[in-house]
């Protein structure tokens, strides 16, 4: 599955952009679908991941209350709705997919997103 990222830009603190993230090549409902991110000299990190049918989300502690993950599988895209955002989610954000059971680690996503850059401003 092919995966094209969108979205990211220069934000100040406190504003609320949503990323996309559209998928094309395979079924897109057969999927758990991720969002990682990696700031600059760190590693890659787990942001949050939504479940086939879109019923089941899970979120990393640092954006657990200010980002909601979502999923159009008829627009065969994943969102991310980042609010209250802060310099420290600085960083690329990636989109993943998962045949398996998707989670918090990002060795196990079959397929990834080139990345689009979201750059908070204090």
């Known amino acids: 599955v092919q995966l094209q990222a969108s979205g990211g830009g220069l934000v100040q603190a406190g504003g609320s952009p949503r990323l996309s993230c559209a998928a094309s090549g395979r079924t897109f409902s057969d999927y758990v679908m991720g969002w990682f991110r990696q700031a600059p000299g760190k590693e890659r990190e787990f942001v949050a991941t939504?479940?086939?049918?879109?019923?089941?989300?899970y979120y990393a502690g640092s954006v657990k209350g200010r980002f909601t993950i979502s999923r159009d599988n008829a627009k065969n895209t994943v969102y991310l709705q980042m609010n209250s955002l802060k310099p420290e989610d600085t960083a690329v954000y990636y989109c993943?997919?998962?045949?398996?059971?998707?989670?918090?680690?990002?060795?196990?996503?079959?397929?990834w997103g080139q990345g689009t850059l979201v750059t908070v401003s204090s």
């Open positions: 993943a997919a998962d045949g398996g059971f998707g989670g918090s680690i990002s060795r196990e996503y079959d397929y």
């Open positions: 939504i479940d086939r049918s879109g019923g089941l989300t």
